[in-house]
């Protein structure tokens, strides 16, 4: 949240950025140009670009929580996890919780889609990285199809369960895309309140909400202030990755710290470390139509892959708790 070409780009993206996507510098909190990556993950760029192309489409009316579409992009979600052949978590890829109506006593149904990747190593301590799903819907007769916020996140956790499915972690991973976001980190506090995996089996939390459009350039990883054992793997990591991570909003309070903005506050509330990463707020967020065309091919396919490197150096060195 934190309060976008039509796919004939995804050959263009080939062409800025490759496959590989190893263009681009990087920089460290302090803004300096480090040396160009050498050892990002692969992603399967195109397929990135369609699916944050059907999340954003006027098909999905913005995904809004409780609405018909919101329940077609979680039926998307939980055929993608089946098809990449990731399991659900405890036996099913939907999880409901309840909802407050708002002015009213009763109670509407939301639910997060989650997949399970056992560790191969220390399969008790779980790594949750999470994207929530939905948007704001319909306001005014005006479609928000949320491509930054957040169907880029989403697409961007389908490759990073892909990248962990090919490279089985050391610990487990819950692949977790929630729901209601948008109205207050209601399917993220639901994970929290009643645990599909007890809460002390949760080692980190890595969030993503808006990874698309770096109109500055710049990929922004928040938490290392709250939880100093994450600095050090963002800083290596900013030293090497295709875009210019910055570290920081994080700390302070009010509008520029991030702690509390998205899904990441609730997992902070019980206690468990997190990494949050997005772009600074730009003039689509909440904004109709907010849709791919604003999509920066190039930089978003660069931050997925910076990110998918932090989950996969995350999990070969999880800090204690």
């Given amino acids: 949240m934190r309060v976008r070409l039509h796919i004939v780009s995804v050959l263009a993206l080939g062409a800025c950025v490759g496959v590989s996507g190893q263009s681009g510098s990087a920089a460290s909190a302090s803004g300096a140009v480090a040396a160009p990556a050498t050892r990002m993950p692969q992603i399967d ?41 990731i399991a659900p978590l405890n036996g099913r890829y939907e999880h409901p919780f309840a909802m407050p109506r708002r002015g009213r ?64 972690p050391q610990h487990s991973v819950v692949i977790a895309f929630l729901d209601a976001e948008e109205g207050g980190l209601v399917g993220a506090r639901a994970f929290v309140a009643d645990p599909p995996l007890p809460l002390p089996r949760l080692g980190a939390n890595v969030n993503l909400d808006m990874v698309a459009r770096g109109d500055q350039g710049e990929l922004w990883a928040a938490g290392a202030s709250r939880y100093p054992a994450m600095r050090p793997l963002l800083e290596r990591l900013a030293a090497e990755a295709p875009v210019r991570l910055r570290i920081g909003h994080d700390s302070g309070g009010g509008r520029d710290d991030w702690t509390n ?61």
């Fill in 261 to 321: 903005q998205s899904d990441q506050g609730a997992f902070h509330a019980a206690g468990i470390p997190f990494v949050y990463f997005g772009v600074e707020d730009h003039p689509g967020s909440h904004r109709p139509p907010a849709a791919p065309a604003k999509v920066d091919p190039g930089f978003y396919v660069r931050a997925v892959r910076t990110i998918t490197a932090f989950v996969m150096r995350l999990d070969a060195d999880l800090p204690p708790r």
């Fill in 45 to 85: 760029s195109a397929r990135l670009m369609g699916d944050l192309f059907r999340l954003a489409h006027d098909s999905m009316a913005g995904r809004a929580a409780m609405t018909p579409e919101n329940a077609k992009a979680r039926a998307f979600l939980a055929a993608e996890l089946r098809r990449l052949g």
């Fill in 105 to 168: 006593a009763d109670t509407v149904t939301g639910a997060n889609v989650l997949g399970y990747l056992p560790g191969s190593r220390d399969p008790q301590r779980v790594i949750v990285v999470s994207a929530h799903y939905d948007h704001v819907g319909v306001r005014n007769g005006a479609i928000h199809n949320g491509a930054d916020d957040n169907a880029s996140g989403t697409a961007a956790l389908l490759q990073i369960a892909a990248a962990l499915r090919a490279t089985p």
